[in-house]
């Protein structure tokens, strides 16, 4: 964000201070919305960065559009101040808004406020709060005061590590520019704001997209560029034969979850194997899936006919299983594992180094541990796994609500779409039909995992706008009007 800033500001051309003045507008754009009340106390603390002088600004601005009650607190702890922050100052005082300055934090101990913007501390800042500022950020924490921050909340690292005792601001809302910071994404992020939105402050899209990162944020039109659409005189057998070695004697219900996504997303023929009991369950509730009954008898040939295969859901833990699974890994063509199929891969680190290139994990966070190790933080567990990635040429899939697509070539790819409402059991399985479904059709792994990903928690949301919570099973049907939607 410093690099689009400062090209910015040398090609447009903009000077520095009405690049401030365009983030506090884009800022106080949507602070309106939020906030009708005019008559509500606002009280805005600001530090002596550029993060302050864009509070500064937004104090000015919103006396403007007739906020009436506004205390401006500079939170003055040191004695730098930045060329933008100084000029804001300037601005502000030619107008009727009470500015105090505050040297220690017991100054605002009674700090009364119906809402408090944070403009203290920006995205610099890499390490917990200590002295005045932790005293400070816990008063304003204390205070039952809606707090709303400006770009990030103070105290937040905006990559790295999250400490675990986060000791900074907790806001309501982050109003933040341009881009959501990567750690947004990371569930210990919720110990700092309960929501965030994007502002538009007018850097240079092209640029942005010209800069070089291993982070990428999935949008509707990358799915859109990818979804190939059904040609006309194509069939069956134009959209592949799936394979999803999956259910057991108690756990049909995940069999079924993956084959119906499987199905609904696509796949020309989906065929699952099971164990001889689920028989009856798979064909009263799915005729149009085709069953390959689980026994010993079966052969590396029996599996010839299938252009791609998943295991994992439902499977059980039985030494058949483990047999059964190195029996597919041998056939040396990528596979996506999933559930019981990665509980296994934990046992059998073995059959983890055998995986053929190009196949995909789909690990939920404790899976993933099991697999490569505990970890203290989503941060650590991202980096093991581009790491794990790139040494094994693997599609790591590491599940959250914010799922992280991570690439061989060390690509990060994250999912905006899903949402609390699709926490439930079974999901896991219709994202593995999902991806399955894709790599029949030709997609290749990163371009299956991509747009299931997508398409899943974009099917979640749609159900969401309706319902509290969303069932695995509903998502499934939902996923071929998600697909048609992501086409137009």
Same mark, same amino acid.
């Given at each position: 964000?410093?690099e689009a800033?400062?090209?910015?500001?040398?090609?447009?051309?903009?000077s520095?201070?009405?690049?401030?003045?365009?983030?506090?507008?884009?800022?106080?754009?949507?602070?309106?919305?939020?906030?009708?009340?005019?008559?509500?106390?606002?009280?805005?603390?600001?530090?002596?960065?550029?993060?302050g002088?864009?509070?500064?600004?937004i104090?000015?601005?919103?006396h403007?559009d007739?906020?009436k009650?506004?205390?401006?607190?500079?939170?003055?702890?040191?004695?730098?101040?930045?060329?933008?922050?100084?000029?804001?100052?300037?601005?502000l005082?030619?107008?009727?808004?009470?500015?105090?300055?505050?040297q220690n934090?017991?100054?605002?101990?009674?700090?009364?406020?119906?809402?408090?913007?944070d403009?203290?501390?920006?995205?610099?800042?890499?390490?917990?709060?200590?002295?005045?500022?932790?005293?400070?950020?816990?008063?304003?924490?204390?205070?039952k005061?809606?707090?709303?921050?400006?770009?990030?909340?103070?105290?937040?690292?905006?990559?790295g590590?999250?400490?675990?005792?986060y000791?900074?601001?907790?806001?309501?809302?982050?109003?933040?520019?341009?881009?959501?910071k990567?750690?947004?994404?990371?569930?210990?992020?919720?110990?700092?704001?309960?929501?965030?939105?994007?502002?538009?402050?007018?850097?240079?899209?092209?640029?942005?997209q010209?800069?070089t990162?291993?982070?990428?944020?999935?949008?509707?039109?990358?799915?859109?560029?990818?979804?190939k &659409?059904?040609?006309?005189?194509s069939?069956?057998?134009?959209?592949?034969?799936?394979?999803?070695?999956a259910?057991?004697?108690t756990?049909?219900?995940?069999?079924?979850?993956?084959?119906?996504?499987?199905l609904?997303?696509?796949?020309?023929?989906?065929?699952?194997?099971?164990?001889?009991?689920?028989?009856?369950?798979?064909?009263?509730?799915?005729?149009?899936?085709?069953?390959l009954?689980?026994?010993?008898h079966?052969a590396?040939e029996?599996?010839?006919?299938?252009?791609?295969?998943?295991?994992?859901?439902?499977?059980?833990?039985?030494?058949?299983?483990? !047999?059964?699974? !190195?029996?597919?890994?041998n056939?040396?063509? &990528?596979?996506?594992?999933?559930?019981?199929?990665?509980?296994?891969?934990?046992?059998?680190k073995?059959?983890?180094?055998?995986?053929?290139?190009?196949?995909?994990?789909?690990?939920?966070?404790? !899976?993933?541990?099991?697999?490569?190790?505990?970890?203290?933080?989503?941060?650590?567990?991202?980096?093991?796994?581009?790491? !794990?990635?790139?040494?094994?040429?693997?599609?790591?899939?590491?599940?959250?609500?914010?799922?992280?697509?991570?690439?061989?070539?060390?690509?990060?790819?994250?999912n905006?779409?899903?949402?609390p409402?699709?926490?439930?059991?079974?999901?896991?399985?219709?994202?593995t039909?999902?991806?399955t479904?894709?790599?029949a059709?030709?997609?290749?792994?990163?371009d299956?995992?991509?747009?299931?990903?997508?398409?899943?928690?974009?099917?979640?949301?749609?159900?969401?706008?309706?319902?509290?919570?969303?069932?695995?099973?509903?998502?499934?049907?939902?996923? &071929?009007?998600?697909?048609k939607?992501?086409?137009?």
């Amino acid at each position: 964000m410093q690099e689009a800033d400062n090209y910015v500001i040398i090609n447009q051309p903009i000077s520095s201070i009405n690049l401030m003045e365009n983030a506090s507008k884009a800022f106080c754009k949507l602070f309106k919305k939020e906030v009708l009340d005019k008559e509500a106390q606002l009280s805005i603390l600001c530090g002596q960065g550029n993060n302050g002088g864009d509070g500064l600004a937004i104090a000015r601005l919103l006396h403007n559009d007739k906020y009436k009650n506004i205390s401006v607190y500079v939170i003055k702890f040191a004695d730098s101040q930045s060329e933008g922050n100084k000029q804001n100052v300037k601005r502000l005082l030619k107008l009727k808004v009470p500015v105090t300055i505050v040297q220690n934090a017991v100054k605002l101990k009674e700090l009364k406020a119906d809402i408090i913007i944070d403009a203290m501390l920006g995205s610099g800042l890499n390490k917990p709060l200590k002295d005045d500022y932790a005293d400070l950020v816990a008063l304003v924490n204390a205070s039952k005061a809606r707090i709303i921050s400006v770009d990030v909340p103070t105290g937040f690292a905006t990559e790295g590590e999250i400490p675990e005792n986060y000791n900074g601001i907790k806001a309501d809302l982050v109003i933040s520019f341009q881009r959501p910071k990567i750690n947004f994404f990371f569930p210990e992020s919720v110990e700092a704001f309960y929501r965030y939105k994007i502002v538009d402050i007018g850097l240079d899209e092209n640029f942005i997209q010209g800069l070089t990162s291993n982070w990428k944020l999935l949008k509707n039109a990358d799915i859109k560029a990818l979804i190939k &659409p059904r040609a006309n005189f194509s069939h069956k057998g134009t959209y592949g034969h799936a394979l999803l070695v999956a259910g057991n004697t108690t756990t049909m219900g995940a069999a079924i979850l993956v084959a119906s996504a499987c199905l609904n997303a696509g796949a020309g023929l989906t065929t699952v194997c099971l164990p001889q009991s689920g028989l009856i369950a798979l064909n009263t509730t799915l005729p149009e899936v085709m069953a390959l009954p689980r026994n010993e008898h079966l052969a590396i040939e029996d599996f010839d006919k299938f252009n791609v295969i998943a295991i994992g859901p439902g499977l059980g833990l039985e030494p058949e299983n483990e !047999e059964l699974f !190195e029996k597919i890994i041998n056939l040396n063509k &990528p596979i996506i594992v999933d559930a019981d199929g990665l509980t296994i891969l934990s046992k059998r680190k073995d059959l983890l180094d055998k995986l053929p290139a190009e196949s995909i994990l789909t690990p939920h966070v404790k !899976e993933f541990d099991r697999l490569f190790g505990e970890h203290k933080n989503w941060w650590g567990r991202i980096k093991t796994a581009q790491k !794990e990635a790139k040494e094994r040429d693997l599609i790591i899939v590491l599940k959250n609500q914010y799922t992280f697509i991570c690439l061989p070539t060390g690509e990060v790819r994250i999912n905006p779409t899903g949402n609390p409402a699709i926490a439930s059991g079974g999901m896991g399985d219709v994202l593995t039909g999902i991806i399955t479904a894709f790599m029949a059709q030709g997609y290749s792994s990163e371009d299956a995992a991509t747009l299931a990903v997508y398409i899943h928690g974009k099917a979640g949301d749609k159900l969401a706008e309706n319902k509290f919570v969303v069932s695995a099973h509903q998502v499934a049907l939902q996923i &071929p009007k998600t697909m048609k939607d992501s086409l137009s």
